[in-house]
């Protein structure tokens, strides 16, 4: 406030000053041109020049105004466009996270049409179109979007082969990812679609050739690329022993990965496959070798399931075992099992029985029961049984008394009778 006084104040000192100013010295101007002159005070020329000066000014701004007008006009509404477009977009790209897949794909293509990089809104209309199971409305925006930005042919091909691998359209997907797959460095995700695509025409080989990559590039987390290689693994080894290819399975196995090879259940996967394959005497050799560095339940249950011919030695090998494990319920049962085989039955009672009693698995009850009732002992094998079926993974509901069934299943006119 002090300060709009003191301009104020000098202003009109200063306008007294010129008015003064004029009174004591006029001055004399004199404008001559050709046969023409004007006359007049200084001061009133001063001011008449300086009105022509203001005035030659504002003509030429107007003039400049009135030539660039059109451009201004084409300018904002070319905002207005884009501002509409990034609007619709907005909402076009809300809608299709809601779900709202129809209402979603007339905004984004109606965001495309004003947008500066419409690349965007024709992918994800292409994903709203397969989301609306309209395959030829899903072509032609692909086909818009690889027409928008010649430079995202590729960003075009991985989003068409993931909806192709989307509707197990696997061998459709590798011919669309030919491209792409020249170059995993610069387009990782390609990766992931091939993985997918050789896993749905179960090309196991082609998977592990492509896991070295997945790691490389990161494409997963490190444990889901664990699991990855392990499943890949297991599955040639299933491969092998479908077709019965001894030498392929043992080729495979020495490719194992080394962290995984001393899991038991790739450990009794392997044997298992090499009993598919009529290799009794190499899986028996096996499970011996193994069960010397680390007892393993899994594979003792194994031994006593290979059923040679001769069983004789298998039995005599695992009653040494009894001298370290001999409360095992695992040993116990295979011992059983073996002594059946060779017909020693009071023998295989005992260690069935002992295993029974040690543990009450399912296999124990099943393999008791079956001898019991095969020695004529079938009130023991009925108990035996009815502990086994207890044990299932699904038990059967309990039934109501004997004498409730009969009594209540029959008509009273009956039961009157019966008494």
Known sequence: MGGLFLIALLALVAGVGIVALIETEPGYLLIAYGGYTVETSFWVGILLIATLVLLLYASLRFLHRLITSPANVL????????????????????????????????????????????LLNYLMAARASYRLQEPEAMSRQLMQA?????????????????????????????????????????HPQVLHLLCRAYDGLGDIEAMLTLLPLLRKHRIGGALELDDLEARIHYDLLEQAA????????????KKYPGRLVDEESVQLHYLSALLRCDE??????????????????????????????????????????????????????????????????????DYLER???????????????????????????????????????????????PDDVVSDSLPESRRLGSE
């Open 355 to 401: 295993s029974y009693a040690t543990r009450a698995s399912e296999e124990a009850c099943l393999e008791l029961g079956r001898l019991l009732t095969a020695v004529g002992d079938h009130a023991s094998a009925a108990e035996v049984f009815r502990v086994g079926t207890g044990l299932r993974n699904n038990p059967l509901p309990e039934l109501p008394q």
């Open 75 to 118: 300018n904002w509404a070319g905002e207005r466009r884009l501002r509409q477009s990034a609007r619709l977009t907005g909402r076009g790209t809300i809608n299709f996270i809601e779900g709202n897949w129809a209402k979603s794909r007339k905004q984004l293509l109606r965001g495309a049409k004003y947008s500066e990089s419409p």
């Open 146 to 186: 690889a027409e928008s930005d010649l430079e995202a042919v590729i960003a075009v091909d991985l989003t068409q082969a993931e909806l192709q691998l989307n509707d197990r359209q696997y061998e459709k997907a590798l011919r669309t990812l030919e491209t792409a797959k020249k170059n995993p460095g610069k």
């Open 280 to 349: 009794v005497a190499t899986v028996e050799r096996e499970i011996e070798r193994r069960l010397k560095k680390n007892w393993r339940p899994a594979l003792v249950s194994l031994y006593g399931r290979i059923n040679r011919e001769t069983a004789q030695k298998q039995l005599a090998t695992a009653e040494a075992w009894l001298r370290k494990h001999d409360k095992d319920p695992d040993l116990l049962l295979c011992l059983g099992r073996l002594a059946m085989v060779e017909r020693q039955w009071a023998k295989a009672r």
């Open 242 to 253: 479908v077709t019965g290819d001894t030498e392929l399975l043992k080729s495979r196995w």
